[in-house]
């Protein structure tokens, strides 16, 4: 047991006077008339004074006491947090990209362009959409430029229509990227096998209804396999087929949306393509949309002229600009590391590797864990608590419990549809070794819960803090640090 070695914060170890670093006393004279007028701030009071030991050691126990996907799985459902190759950090952090201001004139940045035109490129060929924006800086991002996209399109029918159509399995983020957009939403319910229940759809579709915003793979890791009859539903009534593709792995390389009715969606490359998830780094949401809607992707479009890559701002009927320059260069360029390093079967075996994982695990629980839908997994499966729950066992004890085995907790109580829901996405990455000690670690937990149930209730026992008191961390949450006096 390694509870009760509190790390301080840094303000607390900090002491007067103490330096990192020095620099050498200026030999030159002293030009204070260069930032004249700069509204300069002469001290950052209470700013931590620490010796370089003392930071060092500081910032790397607190790594320590943190879990990553460096360490081990990582499965948290409808996130993708996937080990991703270091030799894309290597590439993307070449000086030639990192270095690359970008406000530099287009001329002198041909390469880069040439980048995110063939990383569009090769996201058309792998969604089957017409044309790309690189620019969203995340998933919901990518939802809102999407939604926006859909509007400006009906709009210029002369209808922009009031509704938007979401099955209630989706993510939290489609409901509010939709009502951003200026929508009311209308839930969906799902079907006995958790798919979207066709009758129910066209018994919604109406003239009214600007789009239907669909994840395939659902949230529950069901395929919607009545995805052409749906959007065939949807087009008839002159809506849009907008599909979230966050979590791409499940389909890449097989199975194209862009084949299957979609007319708008977005990729989340933090997840799929190569850029570490969940870090609070950059992250990016490019929006794929057909043909008809090119005109209204966001400005600047890198156009080809002449042999050369332009920023294009003549598109008059473009949403405008949806962030600053080029969306995250250093994620679009892992992005691209990634896929021509793997080449078409590499990515066809993301898919692959994906769904195998997932069902291996769904198989192996099966008979421990309660599976609320049959239908088969994607890339992920959604267990639950019921049958622990006879033994007063929740997802929340569950979850708590595999942080003492080692492992990560799966996503919980989500979706919603699934009451105690365990989500959980293995990924691609993951080796026969490494799902085995986690199914190994599910099974045991489920055996406690019937034979010592207590031990499970009071879980985590190995880490430097056990339960947290999350209702008083939201209700009175300490975010300034206060000098004692
Ligand atoms: C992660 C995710 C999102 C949101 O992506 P962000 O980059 O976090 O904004 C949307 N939909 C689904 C299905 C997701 O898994």
New binding site residues.
């Given amino acids: 047991m390694i509870k009760e070695i509190r790390e301080p914060l840094v303000f607390e170890i900090s002491a007067a006077g103490k330096r990192a670093g020095e620099l050498p006393a200026l030999d030159v004279p002293v030009r204070k008339d260069l930032l004249a007028g700069v509204p300069l701030r002469r001290e950052i009071e209470d700013f931590p004074e620490v010796s370089e030991t003392e930071v060092t050691r500081h910032f790397t126990r607190l790594s320590q006491k943190n879990y990553c996907v460096d360490m081990g799985i990582y499965p948290l459902g409808?996130?993708?947090m996937k080990y991703n190759p270091k030799v894309n950090e290597r590439l993307s952090a070449h000086p030639a990209f990192a270095g690359s201001h970008p406000l530099l004139p287009e001329e002198l940045v041909q390469g880069n362009l040439e980048v995110l035109r063939t990383l569009e490129r090769f996201l058309r060929e792998i969604t089957g959409l017409d044309a790309f924006t690189l620019q969203p800086a995340?998933?919901?991002?990518?939802?809102l430029a999407g939604m926006m996209i859909i509007r400006a399109a009906l709009e210029a029918r002369g209808d922009a229509r009031k509704i938007v159509l979401i099955p209630d399995s989706?993510?939290g983020?489609?409901p509010s990227s939709a009502h951003i957009c200026g929508y009311a939403v209308k839930e969906i319910k799902s079907g006995e096998d958790g798919t979207i229940d066709v009758a129910a759809l066209e018994a919604a579709m109406t003239g009214e209804v600007a789009a239907l915003m669909v994840?395939n793979p659902n949230?529950l890791g069901v395929f919607e396999s009545d995805i052409g009859l749906i959007a065939g539903i949807v087009h008839a009534k002159g809506g849009f087929v907008y599909m979230?593709g966050?979590?791409m792995n499940a389909l890449t390389g097989v199975a194209r949306p862009g084949d299957m009715g979609v007319d708008v969606l977005?990729l989340?490359l933090?997840?799929t393509f190569s850029t570490p998830h969940g870090g609070g780094g950059p992250?990016s949401?490019p929006v794929g949309v057909k043909k008809e809607l090119e005109p209204y992707l966001p400005v600047p479009v890198i156009a080809e002229k002449g042999g050369r890559y332009v920023l294009d701002f003549d598109r008059p009927r473009s949403i405008g600009r949806v962030r600053a320059f080029f969306g995250n260069f250093s994620v679009l360029v892992r992005a691209l590391c990634y896929i021509m390093s793997l080449g078409p079967e590499g990515v066809r075996e993301i898919a692959e590797l994906a769904v195998l994982n997932a069902n291996y695990i769904r198989k192996s629980l099966e008979g421990d864990y309660h599976l609320k839908y049959a239908t088969p997994s994607m890339h992920e499966c959604v267990f639950s608590d019921k049958l622990q729950k006879e033994h007063g066992i929740t997802n929340l004890d569950i979850a708590k419990r595999l942080i003492d085995h080692g492992v990560h907790p799966p996503t919980m109580s989500f979706p919603l549809i699934v009451p105690g829901a365990l989500m959980i996405e293995p990924t691609e990455t993951e080796s026969r070794r490494d799902l085995d000690l986690f199914i190994g670690a599910m099974k045991a937990i489920a055996k406690e819960a019937k034979e010592n149930p207590d031990v499970l209730r009071a879980a985590p026992h190995v880490t430097y803090v056990g339960r947290l008191d999350e209702v008083g961390a939201a209700k009175n949450p300490v975010l300034r640090w206060e000098k004692k006096p």
């Fill in positions: 409808s996130c993708t995340a998933g919901a991002h990518g939802e989706a993510h983020t489609n994840t949230t979230d966050a979590n977005h989340n933090h997840k992250g949401g």
